[in-house]
Every structure is written in structure tokens, then in C-alpha cells.
């Protein structure tokens, strides 16, 4: 089957379900694993978000919203070179992935010849059934039972982490402006052991202000810009550095502000999302959680 995947986690899900060589268009998100970015780049970004603040980003999505312009480009004569049968694309977010749109405009140019899946998960449940849809749609059903029944082992292993304490831990998603960690985040950290403020389970993101995460003055804060890395993370809190009130915030106070690699475990519903869970249950319960294995460099203390 010749496979177009509009998002970075189906395309990871494709490989881990042995589908690699399938796949025959990505976008120019798609960088897990290293072979993905060999991969055609039927779609990128309309402008460039390397050199950009975060602030800068925020006003030029904004700014792409209420113009009704592009935030993704497709290219037509990548994508009729790729030929697909099957787009796996999303429905949770115009702004990380390819939405609606772009989606439309693939169909047109290809004719209405390819199926088209969208997946559209808000928490943990979700994702895994998302990825047994994709198994199902690539008669991949084998290979999906035994991937998911892999990750819920794991994450029935942090669920039996026992902790004395729940933590009240706030998740950032966008630090210029502040906004919360919405859809599955929440549920990440109530299955870590820890109490989820703000936010809620299964809710979009949204903007927020300081003085929300005063009022609920957490104990433990983990900033995970959407699609950023620990670096990206902490020059984008150099913002922060002045701010008296989130200088008086609890967990600033004792130094229990964390980065993680948000962009591989915690901004995209895919199969690592689940080591994004564990990464959680690392910050949350350190000690009790010794036994779980996360990537080294995933996460970090940081201060602002």
C-alpha cells in the first residue's frame, strides 16, 4: 500500500507497525525515526519558525488564522509523485499538523482517488486506539494488538507506582504567551502519581495567565513547549527571568521547574508518548519510579 502521512506520530506508528517502506510521503515534521526524514516532504510550513521567538510564532499563527491564509504548503507534484492510497492525517489541531485544509487540497489534487484516515485522539486511550485504526487500515491488525498491548503494559506499570504524596504539578505548553498542556498531558500526570492543575483531561490547550498558575501555586512545573527540545525550552524561559510573580510560584521557589524533550515524547499522540507518561512518573516520583528506563537527556531541571 503507498502511504502519505500528514503527521509525525502516524508516521512513527507506520514504522513501528513495519510499514516504512510504505510509506511514500511525510511532512517536514516527521523526524522519528531517522529514516522517516529520507522520506519525500509532500508539506511544510508556509513560513520559517527556526530564527522566530516564541511570541513571534504565536503572532504569526494569529495573524495566519484571522487572514485565512496557509500555515501548511502542499506540494502538488510531491504528492502526485508519492500516489497514494492511503493519507493518514489528524483532526486535533490546525496549527501542529496538517488540518482540514490542506487535507482538502490533497484530495483535489490527487483526484479523490486515496482513503483518507483522520485520527483525532485527546488522551492516553485514544492514542492506542488510534494506532490499532491505522493498524486496521493497513491490514497490520497482528502487528497492532502486539503494540499496543506493549505500551499498555507500560503504562499499567506506572498507574502501580505507590507514593505517600500527590504533587500538584503545572504542565506549560507555550511559555510567550503562557498557555496550558491540554488533550492527554492532564492524564499523563494524574497516572504519575501527581495532581493535574489548570488543565483537564481530554481539553485543547489554551492560553492561560500567570496568575491562574499562581492561584493553584504547583509544586512541581514542566515547561514543554509544543514540538520544542529541552534547548529551545529554556532560551524561550529567558523571557521569564524578570517576572516576579512566576519568580514566587512554589515550585520556581525550590527549584522544581523542569524542561523535557517535548517535541519526541509529549507534543505528538503517538507510540512515544508512552515513554513521554514514564518521563512524568521520572519527574513526579523519582524515587518510587527507579525502576523505570527513560531516554537519558529527556529531561531536565531548568531555571528561569
Not at 16 to 34: F, M, Q, R, S
Not at 91 to 98: D, K, N, T, W
Not at 108 to 119: A, H, I, T, W
Not at 132 to 147: F, H, I
Request: glycine share 6%; charged share 30%; proline share 5%.
Amino acid at each position: 500500500m503507498r502511504i502519505v502521512s500528514f503527521l509525525p506520530s502516524a508516521t512513527e506508528t507506520l514504522y513501528e507497525l513495519g510499514l516504512g517502506k510504505d510509506i511514500k510521503g511525510v511532512t517536514h515534521e516527521c523526524k522519528y525515526p531517522a529514516a522517516a526524514r529520507k522520506k519525500p516532504q509532500v508539506i511544510h510550513a508556509s513560513f520559517d519558525q527556526s530564527k522566530m521567538t516564541g511570541k513571534e510564532i504565536d503572532e504569526k499563527i494569529i495573524e495566519l488564522v484571522r487572514s485565512e491564509s496557509d500555515i501548511y504548503i502542499v506540494d502538488d507534484r510531491l504528492l502526485k509523485e508519492a500516489d497514494p492510497e492511503l493519507i493518514v492525517a489528524q483532526g486535533l489541531c490546525e496549527v501542529c499538523s496538517p488540518f482540514t485544509k490542506e487535507i482538502s487540497r490533497a484530495v483535489g489534487v490527487l483526484q479523490g482517488k486515496p482513503e483518507v484516515l483522520v485520527l483525532d485522539p485527546h488522551d492516553l486511550d485514544d492514542i492506542l486506539v488510534s494506532i490499532m485504526d491505522v493498524a486496521e487500515k493497513t491490514g497490520s491488525v497482528k502487528q497492532g494488538r502486539r503494540l499496543v498491548a506493549s505500551l499498555q503494559k507500560r503504562i499499567d506499570a506506572v498507574r502501580a507506582i505507590k507514593a505517600k504524596e500527590k504533587p500538584k504539578v503545572m504542565c506549560v505548553e507555550w511559555v510567550d504567551p503562557f498557555f496550558t498542556a491540554g488533550h492527554w498531558v492532564p492524564q499523563m500526570v494524574e497516572y504519575a502519581g501527581g495532581q493535574n492543575g489548570v488543565s483537564a483531561a481530554g481539553e485543547q490547550s489554551r492560553r492561560m495567565d500567570i496568575d491562574e498558575i499562581a492561584k493553584f501555586d504547583p509544586d512541581i512545573i514542566v515547561m514543554m513547549p509544543c514540538g520544542y527540545g529541552i534547548a529551545r525550552t529554556q532560551k524561550e524561559m529567558k523571557v521569564l527571568e524578570n517576572n516576579e510573580k512566576w519568580k514566587s510560584l512554589r515550585a520556581v521557589k525550590k527549584g522544581a521547574v523542569y524542561a523535557v524533550e517535548a517535541g519526541a515524547y509529549f507534543s505528538k499522540p503517538g507510540p512515544r508518548t508512552i515513554t513521554g507518561l514514564e518521563i512524568m512518573a521520572k519527574i513526579v516520583h523519582p524515587s518510587e519510579s527507579k525502576k523505570i528506563k527513560v531516554p537519558k537527556k529527556s529531561y531536565r531541571k531548568v531555571t528561569a
